[in-house]
Nanobody, 125 residues
Framework: QVQLVESGGGLVQPGGSLRLSCALS????????MAWFRQAPGKEREFVAA????????YYADSLKGRFSISRDRANSAVHLQMSSLEPEDTAVYYC??????????????????WGQGTQVTVSS
C-alpha cells in the first residue's frame, strides 16, 4: 500500500524560504507522478506543482511560478518542494499526492489516488 509522509513544514518569516519533502513507500516511485497541493483556512484545496513520472516534466500554478520549485529525488523515492520569497498568503497545509493522472487531470485532485497527511506552513512575522 502506497504511503506518503511529508516533512519540512513550520513557521517562517515573510520573504523566507522553506523546503518540503515527501517520501513514498509501498510502491514504485518511478511510475507515479507526484504533486503538491495546499489548503488555506476556509479555502478549497488548490494545485501547487507537479512532476510527471515519465521524464519528470514539471508544472506549476501560474501564480506560484518562479517562487516554488518541485523536484524528484529518485534515490530516496521522494519529491521536494522548494519555496522561496514566501508571503503570508502562502500559509496553508501542504499536501503531497501521488498518482497516474492523464495530462488534463494533472492539476486536479481527482488525478491523484494517494495522499499524505499534510504539513503546516505558516508565514508570519
Amino acid at each position: 500500500q502506497v504511503q506518503l509522509v511529508e516533512s519540512g513544514g513550520g513557521l517562517v518569516q515573510p520573504g523566507g524560504s522553506l523546503r518540503l519533502s515527501c517520501a513514498l513507500s509501498g510502491g514504485t516511485f518511478t511510475t507515479y507522478s507526484m504533486a503538491w497541493f495546499r489548503q488555506a483556512p476556509g479555502k478549497e484545496r488548490e494545485f501547487v506543482a507537479a512532476a510527471r513520472a515519465n521524464g519528470g516534466t514539471t508544472y506549476y500554478a501560474d501564480s506560484l511560478k518562479g517562487r516554488f520549485s518541485i523536484s524528484r529525488d529518485r534515490a530516496n523515492s521522494a519529491v521536494h518542494l522548494q519555496m522561496s520569497s514566501l508571503e503570508p498568503e502562502d500559509t496553508a497545509v501542504y499536501y503531497c499526492a501521488a498518482g497516474r493522472p492523464i495530462l488534463s487531470s494533472l492539476r486536479t485532485m481527482t488525478g491523484y489516488r494517494h495522499w499524505g497527511q499534510g504539513t503546516q506552513v505558516t508565514v508570519s512575522s
